[in-house]
């Protein structure tokens, strides 16, 4: 099992060889950033309560139903989530946090999770960072293409 | 080298396509969060020190030793860890945490690194978000499927 | 689609079956971080000004050019930008980082964005955790192996 790596500069690939690329997909209508980039099977996006007068717990639950609201929209589910990055702007609020995300993820299906104190500016009070896997297809326009350089 | 990118809804696979999911496999015995979340060849999870009464040294040591343990459970070893975001409580600790991680990482295998003070509650004195490449064996079930929709 | 997930010990390759390992490339020459990681398509790193003596707007200007300057040399460009999670050091920076943000993301190709303040030390006023895509040669050396065990 041979693991390329180094400090270098890359090769060029040498001739001949396949080249893949997995498909770019963006979700959203933001002139800033995208709801969600999806990037073969991987799928990344970031979410905060859309009504930040909401209180901590409120905010909460509204991102966990965010989140419930883009899984189908990617092709994924709650038993699809890789990684959730948690930033309260107050870490007091953990536990609030703690009880309404065990009552949302699916046991036996549980992503990773950090949670830490951000700054978050304005009223909100809960910033997700979500990373879910989705299905992939891999043989859609752009996703395997053949060079021969 | 066509790149498939938009901002509209996806469209739907074409007929007789090829579906790819890579598999999801998932460590650990919290009913709160997975230790490990494995997706294809690349391993998410997060550290913190099991015994957060040691100071930041101790916590830190504590942190990379967990990595440490848990790299050859993945099938992964330092020499393929990708990214740590390290989240210190107090800043004055990077010191602390540079001797530390520099006598740890290997040379020619280092990984990207990010460092911020972040609030972490409790004792609790770094917090490592780490990504890590594992090898993946592509023919296992679930790993590749043929769908004809 | 099956989709193998547990929480128990992984189980062994059966024999026969092809094992898949995605090339990890590194770049830089600091003996503490890479510059970049690469794994399979997908390329992270971190960014913060090198000029550090500059104000908010000069540091996230000087990033973004870092930025733009990384990108070519592993075979990426703004358009395959997957995901920029910007810590700045004093929120009241936002309107600066969106200013300078919003002339420099390629609309129609937008990532996604976290934003949150988290101490950063020294003069270091924003950092920028990456993650693009890169086109990936699939079959340069260390890519694909088989094995029999």
Redesign the interface.
Known sequence: ???????G??PP??PG?????????????????????I????A???EVAENTSLDAAGQIAQVLEQIDATLP???SDR??I??V?V?LAD?SD?ATL?RL??AW?P???????????????GNCLV?M?V?A?I?????????A?E?SH
């Open positions: 099992m041979a693991l390329a790596t180094g400090n500069p890359f690939t040498p060889t396949t080249s893949r690329m997995s498909r770019i997909r963006r979700l959203g209508t933001s002139l800033r950033f995208a709801d969600v980039v990037h073969g099977d991987t990344r996006w970031v929209s990617i092709g038993t699809r890789l990684q990055i930033h870490l953990a703690d995300w065990d993820v046991a036996g299906h549980l992503p990773v999770r950090a949670r830490v104190q951000s700054g978050l500016g910033e960072v990373t896997a299905e992939e297809s891999a043989s859609q326009p752009g996703h293409t060079s």
